[in-house]
């Protein structure tokens, strides 16, 4: 849905992003996570050439966009939707208006306009604000505007711009069920850029990990996770660094077997816990354990828990 | 002088001043408006960035700024007659009004329009508005309350020039001070006039504050 190729683009002499590729799927939430200055908005900006890369290509949904006019680039925008970490609602409009304005800058009729707007409000839940001042709102009713004037011209791709960044933990849940929501119910693909994991941890299906202009990993989740040496897992699981020796456990599904003790019986090894967490990641569990063994059967016991379908990853 | 005497000279005077600062605001809020948003839009982070156009313009409104009102005024004599066909009385007088007005509005306007909110513009460009409809639905909305701000200033600024106009007789209160109050040293009615220009200055600001926050009370 989008695909982006060998994205850079420089400010004198800093380079925001250094040869980026994105695949973003259809349908799907894809996170980009990364501290400030990794490019990741600049990254996002690109998608729809608010910020014009120096090199590189961008298409959404089919649409090569680099090589667009002026007046077809404002209307493939018109499709492409976009939050704010800051909301961006105008001051002089009312809920309702800061819906109607990309309707209104589209053409629509009055009528039809209005019938939208409500539709639109409802959908994100706000219908009873429409009247109100933005600065009326609370800052997740705001976003929820955001939203609803950003699903407007019913695009198939939404754009989050640290959507929730400038919001309560609580506030937060409840804009990324919306959004989850909407994905589902709209089949609307994502493309959000957060430095919270927590917001990669809820809603993402693929992430992709920024840092210095770079994408440095990308994929799924659940399949980045079990990949040894994955920076989401090390990120996601912040165990201590391990020491030479110690055997970092990934174990993805359910934890029913109780295949520690099974290890203990069967070898002759002592198992001795270092650390440990659980994470619910991407519609599953995910959980990650730090042991270290000991005793003469350890690297048949290594072969044991691989067969069992864990990542065991060795420290050297 | 007395009072039955001064009071229909300072109604009269009055009304001309009003008058005066009436129309010069008219025509500077209409010249001005666009210049502020062309010296804004043609900056360089503006909507229609140009380095030539954006230092041109602003290089006229500074000109207009520097020049002491009182020598732009008589500057400017030959430019009035071509225009109202007069030189004197207080359509005559609009004319210099509006040319002093016109850089000193246009500077309050580009304030008021870089107070809007970057990310606004930037959410409106990603909605694929269009440049002109970002400054006429984006921008000038937005700093509603700004440019009304701007307008009492001006306003304001309109009521001292008018009274300055009164020294190549365009009527009105600054005439008056001028004939009566310098010419004929009548103190008293002087005192009057100083008095009437105050009650315009406060109940200008009063309106425009009131004006104002309205307008940023409906955020």
């Known amino acids: 849905m989008i695909q982006a190729a060998g994205l850079r683009r420089t400010y004198g002499d800093t380079v925001a992003l250094d040869g980026v590729d994105l695949h973003v799927r259809q349908g799907e939430i894809f996170g980009v996570l990364g501290q400030s200055g990794a490019g990741k908005s600049t990254l996002l900006r690109c998608v729809n050439l608010l910020e014009r890369p120096d090199h590189g290509t961008i298409a959404v949904a089919g649409q090569e966009l680099t090589t667009l006019g002026e007046r077809d680039l404002r209307a493939a925008r018109q499709h492409i939707g976009m939050i704010h970490q800051h909301f961006a609602l105008l001051s002089s409009r ?42 009326q709102l609370s800052g997740g009713q705001k976003q929820r505007v955001g939203i609803a004037r ?13 959507a929730t960044s400038a919001l309560d933990p609580g506030t937060t849940s409840s804009i990324l069920a919306l959004l989850k929501r909407l994905n589902a119910e ?30 440095l990993e990308s994929g799924p989740i659940r399949g980045l996770l079990t990949t040894p040496g994955s920076r989401l897992a090390a990120e996601l699981f912040p165990l201590p660094a391990p020491e030479p020796g110690n055997v970092t456990i990934t174990f993805t599904g359910a934890a029913d077997e109780p295949v520690i003790s099974h290890v203990v019986r069967k070898f002759d090894v002592d198992v001795s816990i270092l650390g440990g967490a659980l994470e619910d990641v991407a519609g599953g569990s995910v959980g990650r354990l730090r042991v270290s063994l000991a005793g003469a059967e350890t690297s048949a016991a290594l072969t044991y828990l691989r067969e069992r379908g864990l990542i065991v990853e060795v420290a050297a | 002088m007395t009072w039955e005497e001064m009071v229909p000279l300072l109604g009269q005077a009055t009304w001309e001043t009003v008058q005066m600062v009436f129309w010069s605001t008219l025509f ?67 004319v210099p009004l509006t040319i002093g007005a016109v850089p000193f509005f246009a500077r309050l306007v580009e304030i008021a329009l870089r107070g809007v909110s970057g990310d606004v513009v930037q959410a409106a460009h990603a909605m694929g508005v269009s440049r002109t409809s970002i400054v006429t639905k984006v921008l000038l909305p937005e700093a509603k309350a700004a440019l009304v701000a701007g307008i009492t200033v001006t306003v304001i600024t309109l009521v001292s020039y008018s009274a300055m ?35 315009l200055v406060q109940l200008a600001q009063s309106l425009g504050d009131a004006l104002a926050n309205r307008l940023a009370a409906r955020r």
């Not at chain 2, 020598?71 to 005559?92: K, S």
């Open chain 1, 94 to 135: 009312t809920v309702a208006g800061n819906v109607a304005f990309p309707l209104e800058v589209m053409g629509m009729g009055k009528a039809e306009r209005s019938a939208r707007v409500a539709e639109l409000l409802e959908l994100v839940g706000i219908a009873d604000k429409a009247d109100a001042r933005p600065g």
């Open chain 1, 150 to 162: 950003a699903l407007a011209g019913n695009p198939k791709v939404l754009l989050a711009d640290e």
């Open chain 1, 186 to 215: 709209l089949g609307l693909t994502i493309l959000l850029i957060t430095h919270e994991m927590n917001v990669v941890k809820s809603i993402c299906d693929s992430v992709a990990i920024m840092s210095g202009g770079a994408i």
């Open chain 2, 28 to 94: 500077t809020v209409v010249f001005g408006l666009p210049l502020g948003v062309a010296l804004v839009g043609t900056s360089r982070e503006g909507l229609f960035p140009s380095r030539v156009a954006n230092q041109l313009l602003s290089l006229i409104v500074n000109i207009g700024r520097s020049l002491p009102f009182i020598i732009l005024m008589i500057a400017v004599i030959p430019f009035t007659r071509l225009l109202v066909g007069t030189t004197i009385g207080l359509y005559a007088a609009v």
């Open chain 2, 165 to 199: 106009a009164g020294v190549i007789g365009a009527g009105g209160l600054g005439d008056l001070a001028i004939r009566y109050g310098y010419q004929r040293f009548e103190t008293p009615l002087m005192i009057a006039t100083c008095v009437v220009i105050i009650i």
